[in-house]
């Protein structure tokens, strides 16, 4: 599927299913964002240790990867099933939740691990200064995100039953690849974009800086999860 068709797609399916994207959503999302204020609150005291950092940045990643999965799960099976989806319950065992959190959690985790190790090995290598090393970490962090795209299609996979490992995923989605990385690319932009408009931590915010941050990250939860089904769809169901 060409970029266009592939942006085409998930701007339709959004489009179409806005009110219901937002009913299955809204809780998650809080209850998502809640998790991710804690956790910065409490990173704050935590002092110097390493450990530590990496036992709550992984215990934060988890319980934020089972508030997506409540809503993702629900939301790939509405878009991809057609089967009408309840605001909160649903007859879906919880199983399926989980697994589709712990696979999101790992998912995750390994690419983050894995860019924070070539960004070491490349400042090890080239010495950069301060402006090369900030390119350096923008490039890395694309390329990785390009990657969980390719690799996303096992999420979808687990909502509908129909369950791949990696390397299936990252087969489906090998004629994907030169659209997949377009798409990266607007999102990375998307994202990085709104992290700027977002006041920085320590700096006086407002209800209105809240709201901001609440309808952001909102619209980043969905559209980056309905992009996760469009891709299920144009690498699995569609071949």
Not at 25 to 45: K, R
Not at 104 to 110: A, D, K, M, Q, S
Not at 112 to 129: K, N, T, W, Y
Request: include cysteine; proline fraction near 5%; glycine fraction near 6%.
């Amino acid at each position: 599927m060409p970029l266009v068709s592939l942006i085409v797609l998930t701007v339709h399916l959004i489009n179409r299913h806005i009110f219901q994207g937002l009913r299955l959503s809204v809780v998650p999302v809080v209850a998502g964002l809640v998790v991710w204020y804690n956790y910065l609150g409490y990173a704050q005291g935590m002092g110097d240790s390493v450990f530590l950092a990496i036992a709550a940045a992984a215990g934060m990643l988890i319980v934020f990867s089972l508030c997506v999965a409540w809503f993702a799960v629900r939301w790939h099976r509405f878009l991809l099933l057609a089967e009408p989806q309840h605001p909160l319950a649903t007859d879906r065992p919880i199983d399926v939740f989980t697994r589709y959190g712990w696979r999101l959690f790992r998912l995750i985790f390994g690419l983050l691990f894995a860019g924070v190790l070539i960004l070491i090995f490349l400042d090890m290598l080239l010495r950069p200064g301060p402006l090369v090393h900030a390119f350096l970490i923008n490039i890395v962090w694309f390329l990785v995100f390009w990657v969980f795209l390719r690799l996303s299609p096992v999420l979808p996979g687990i909502a509908v039953d129909r369950v791949m490992r990696l390397h299936e995923a990252w087969a489906a989605t090998g004629k994907q690849a030169a659209p997949l990385f377009g798409l990266a690319v607007m999102l990375f932009v998307m994202t990085v974009g709104i992290q700027l408009m977002i006041p920085v931590e320590g700096a006086a915010a407002s209800a209105l800086d809240a709201v901001f941050v609440l309808v952001t990250f909102w619209v980043q939860v969905l559209i980056h999860t309905t992009a996760v089904t469009a891709i299920f769809h144009a690498g699995v169901l569609r071949r």
